[in-house]
């Protein structure tokens, strides 16, 4: 219960409504995927657009699709998916530290709340930079860490990649992959996506 009432009632809702919004779609794309896979497979060309479109959403923090996922999976399968998760969310993850590292506080500051950034600022710490980063980036599918990293540390850019991309891949396949699992292994799965959130926030939302 303390750390609820550390969470902002804006990130409890956001939260809440990813997790519904992916539910759905995931129940609606297993009803209807061999009319989605017929349909929707554009090829190449909706490749293109899942990855720019994923790109945008992880540029502007805290966007995300994510909702997405579910659809994807069933058109183009968990691999691909997956791969073109690691490949979208890494880049643009590296796209917001150049960002952030460029412009700094002043102009970040204009489209994400200072306050919010503080906190991310403060579980970075200063020992164990790495180390941190990477576990954030595996816990806490939002891109405002990026901004954090870029702005407040003085995280070299090629240890920013490493550990950005090593963090990122445990969601970007567990999640297709499980979508195509029996019914117990999803449930396992969602239980142990709720624990990461829980965890990564409230190593966010505690400190102080």
Request: hydrophobic content about 55%; cysteine-free; aromatic content about 16%.
């Given at each position: 219960m303390y750390y609820l009432s550390n969470m ?201």
């Amino acid at each position: 219960m303390y750390y609820l009432s550390n969470m902002s009632r804006k990130e409890i809702i956001g939260i809440t409504i990813l997790i519904l919004v992916f539910v759905i779609g995931a129940l609606a794309t297993s009803r209807f995927e061999s009319v989605i896979e017929s349909r929707l497979d554009f090829g190449w060309w909706g490749m293109l657009v899942y990855v720019l479109v994923t790109l945008l959403a992880t540029i502007v923090a805290p966007l995300s699709t994510v909702p997405l996922i579910p659809l994807v999976t069933a058109i183009w399968g968990p691999f691909i998916t997956s791969i073109l998760n690691v490949f979208s969310w890494g880049v643009g993850s590296v796209i917001a530290f150049i960002i952030a590292r460029r412009f700094g506080r002043p102009i970040i500051g204009r489209f994400i709340d200072v306050n919010t950034l503080s906190k991310y600022e403060k579980a970075l710490g200063e020992d164990y930079l790495f180390w941190n980063v990477l576990i954030l980036r595996a816990l806490v599918p939002v891109d405002i860490l990026s901004y954090a990293i870029g702005i407040f540390t003085n995280m070299k850019l090629g240890h920013y990649v490493f550990a950005t991309f090593i963090g990122i891949i445990p969601f970007a396949f567990i999640l297709p992959y499980a979508l195509e699992a029996p019914f117990y292994f999803q449930l396992l799965v969602f239980l142990l996506v709720l624990l990461a959130l829980y965890i990564g926030y409230r190593k966010i939302s505690s400190v102080k």
